[in-house]
């Protein structure tokens, strides 16, 4: 006969009990790990927001806008270069005489002109690219700055435009700069800055950046009346123009750093994100 050892039946029952006790805790705590994922991740998807960043020309606002993004994460997206990207392809395509633009055979073309916006891996910063040819360089030549409120002051380009820059944000998790983003393209969007300086300060920014990438043709009065120019079309314009939205938060940076400026806006973020 075989006999099973006798066990004493309160320790038996006391195992059992602690493992159907550890099995229950196990589910348990997977169980409270999954709830915690799912909402720790819900909240994230749900914390992407739009960034608005407005202002005059060489305000700063696409510097700041760049920093902001790289540090959060975000996709940047300057909304200037697809208005510049149009003028240089106007003036390459022979559409602007002085300062006439032939505006009908400009909307027929508009469905040629795409833009795109790539990484550039060597140095992590978003270039602009036209029709598949990076244009970073030449769009920020002054024979494009000279004419770029003209075409960006045309209804039919404007309107194209946004609904490309409402495209690019659908999924959040954006910082764009331009003049009507707050206003116009992104009116709901969680965060939105206006920025301002003064005209001279503006003007001296654009000349020492131009200066440093080499121009040697331009003065700073030419610069400066440029700039002055810029802003009188921007503001002027019937079509969306360049004006603080109502919930946007106003930044002079006139006497700020660089390093200033960027603290100022991540500290806003955060403020906005918490
Ligand atoms: O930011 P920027 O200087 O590169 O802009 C170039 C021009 O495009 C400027 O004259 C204003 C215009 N612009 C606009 O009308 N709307 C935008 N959202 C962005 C730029």
Redesign the pocket.
């Known amino acids: 006969m075989c006999y099973k050892p006798l066990r004493c039946p309160d320790t038996h029952m006391k195992k059992s009990f602690i493992a159907v006790v550890t099995i229950r805790h196990l589910l348990w705590c997977k169980n409270l790990f999954i709830i915690f994922a799912i909402s720790y991740l819900s909240v994230m998807l749900k914390k992407k927001i739009i960034i608005a960043i407005?202002g005059f020309?060489?305000s700063g606002?696409?510097t700041m806008a760049k920093v902001l993004a790289k540090k959060i994460g975000y996709a940047y997206i300057?909304?200037?270069?697809?208005?510049?990207c149009v003028t240089l392809y106007c003036l390459d395509n022979h559409l602007i005489v002085g300062d006439k633009v032939d505006v009908d055979k400009l909307i027929t073309l508009l469905s040629d002109i795409k833009i795109t916006f790539k990484v550039n891996a060597s140095t992590g910063a978003s270039e602009t690219y036209l029709n598949g040819v990076n244009v970073e360089h030449e769009i920020r030549q002054m024979r494009v700055?000279e004419k770029?409120?003209i075409?960006?002051?045309i209804p039919e380009v404007?309107k194209e435009?946004v609904k490309q820059?409402q495209a690019m944000g659908r999924d959040k998790g954006i910082v764009m700069?331009?003049?009507?983003?707050g206003t116009t393209?992104f009116p709901d969007a969680e965060m939105k800055v206006y920025v301002n300086a003064s005209p001279a300060t503006r003007a001296r920014r654009r000349f020492q950046e131009l200066c440093a990438k080499g121009s040697t043709s331009i003065t700073f009065d030419e610069v400066l009346k440029n700039v002055c120019e810029?802003d009188r079309?921007?503001q002027t314009?019937e079509v969306?123009p360049?004006r603080r939205a109502d919930d946007a938060v106003e930044l002079d940076n006139s006497n700020m750093t660089p390093a200033e400026q960027d603290e100022w806006l991540l500290n806003l973020y955060n403020k906005i994100i918490s």
């Open positions: 407005d020309s060489s606002k696409s300057d909304s200037g270069a697809m208005y510049r700055s770029v409120s075409i960006a002051a404007r435009l820059q700069d331009g003049r009507d983003i393209v810029r079309i921007d314009r969306s360049l």
